[in-house]
Structures are given as C-alpha cells and as structure tokens.
C-alpha cells in the first residue's frame, strides 16, 4: 500500500513509518519540524524516512494516488492555556481540517490520533468511547474539535476516517516533555526532576510498539472510534519507584504544584478494540520502562 503519515518526523509517527516500511508498504512523511522540543531530535527520529517539509495548516495537499493518511501531526501537550493556544489552533484544528478536506477530496482513507485528553474529568473508569467528554485543556478542547471535523467530513462528504484515542504513550524516542523521558535522562545524568503534582495521578501508559500496531489495525479494518490505551495504570509514584529499580539510581525529586489542565487519572476502556480489531497490548510496563531506559542511556553514550 502507498501511505502518508502526518507527524512523521515526531515520536509515534516515526515509529509507526518505520513498522509500515519493514511490513513492505510505500510510505511518505509529512512534517514541518515545528519548535515545540527541539529539532534536532525529530531529525534524528527522521533519519532513514522519505520525510517531506510540509505546513499542513499553509501548503498546499495531495494525497491521490495514496491508500491512506496516517494523520498524526499535531501540537501535543496540555500545557496549552495562555499564549499558546493559536499554536494549538493552527496544529490541530486547522491543519486537521485541511487534512481531511484534502483526503475527502482525493479519496484516502484518514486514520487520526486523537487522545484521551478529550475525557478530560470524565466520571467513568475505565472509560468507554461513549463517555461524555470533559477536556480539560485547551489541548483536550483542539483535539475534540478535530474528531468533530472529521465527524463532519464523513458525514458531508464520505470521508473514510477512522479515530483513535491514544492513551499515553512510552518508549524510545518519547517527546523531551514526557514524564518517562524527563525521568531516564534525570536518572541517567544525575539531575533532578520536576514534579508536577503529588504524584498519585495515574495514566493508562501504553507502550510507542502497542500503539502502532493498533494504528496500523485500524487502517486495514478499523471503522468509528476506539480507545487504545496499555492494559496497566500506574500512578507517577509507582512508575518512578519502577524506573529507579529498573535503573539501580535514585531520583532526585523536586515538587511543584500541579500544572491546570492535567487530568487526575485515565484509564482505558478497550473493549471495543479488542473486540473488533482483536489487538491487545504487548509490552507491560515494565519492559517497556525498561527499553526506555537503555534507549537514555545509549542516547548519552553516544553523544
Ligand atoms: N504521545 C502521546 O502520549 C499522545 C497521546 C495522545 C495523543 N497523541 C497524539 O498523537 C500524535 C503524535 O504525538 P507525538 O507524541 O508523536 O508528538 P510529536 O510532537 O513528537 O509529533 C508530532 C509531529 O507533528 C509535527 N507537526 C505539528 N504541526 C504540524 C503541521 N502544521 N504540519 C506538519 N507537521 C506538523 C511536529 O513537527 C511533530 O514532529 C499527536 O497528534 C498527539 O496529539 C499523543
């Protein structure tokens, strides 16, 4: 298959480019490098893909001639209250609804990453698809919007687009920003890390590996929307006693108050998924902490 993948010079796309690459399809990346971490850690992530600079919110896009979109390009993070919110404006909403418009347009079937941001304080745990979303963050809000745009291009104009919600995700390569990045690099140089919270707030953690084999599923015979989220909660206390049996160090914790915007807990309902694309999370936390960890430590070694 001819695919494109939207983000792809980002944590999870260029993850997922390289599973559809060594799976034999044809794939070319869209990305424009934003600033948000640095760049040169997408041009790492980047190297060995087809990856072409594009502004999904400005320049102009053709997707005939390709199977399918991975759109996974976006502005993540929910620190996204004040000043930075066109930011999350232009790389979600916006590029987004170009994205579809263009894929309605040329036929392409659309799979897009949304988050579990959008239950936002959701009262049911695990949540199912069916919550009544409650973001909390702006960023909860733009990714919401998104769904509903693609709602509405399905609707208005038979876009073929399924949704994901992604649950937090882990691995090599996860975004400078993350918790389980801040945590090896700190634990790895010595430093300290900043928490931001009492660290009782949990995550459905779901492993970069899962992820991608739910994305690819559900190109291939995926439809509506489905939560994909690892099968363990942990809260940040546990997953840093984990992390600092794992690395044999100690972690030097700094306390903050909690960032607006955060939610309290998430975890994932994933009946539906396993139901009908039969995926199931491979990769506990540990292991997957544990790749983490060494992915640090060859970063540092290397340098
Ligand atoms: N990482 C997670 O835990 C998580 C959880 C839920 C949802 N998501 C969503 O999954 C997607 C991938 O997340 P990630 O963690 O890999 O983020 P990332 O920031 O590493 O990757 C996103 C990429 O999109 C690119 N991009 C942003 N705006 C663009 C634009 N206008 N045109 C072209 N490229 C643009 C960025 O340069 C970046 O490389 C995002 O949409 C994110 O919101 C991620």
Redesign the pocket.
Known sequence: MRYVV??A?????SHLSEALLAAGHEVVG?????D?YDPAL?EENARGLDVQR????VDALDFSGFDGVFH?????GVRSFGDVFPLYL??NVL?SQRVFEAAGRDGARVVF?????IYGATERYPTPEDAQPQPLSPYGIT?LACEHLAGAYVREFGLDCVVLR????FGPRQ?PD?AFTRIVFALAEGGPFELYGDGSQSRSWTYVGDIVAATIAAMEHGSGTYNVGGALEASMIESIELLERISGRTLDVRRHPAVAGDQKRTKADTTRIRGELGWEPQVTLEEGLTRQWQWASDTLTSR
């Open positions: 939207t983000g010079a980002g944590f999870i796309g869209l990305d424009c490098f934003t948000y997408k594009v502004d999904l919110a996974l390009a976006g502005q993540p232009r790389r590029a990453a949304s988050s579990s941001s990714k992604f649950f937090n995700a975004r993350m």
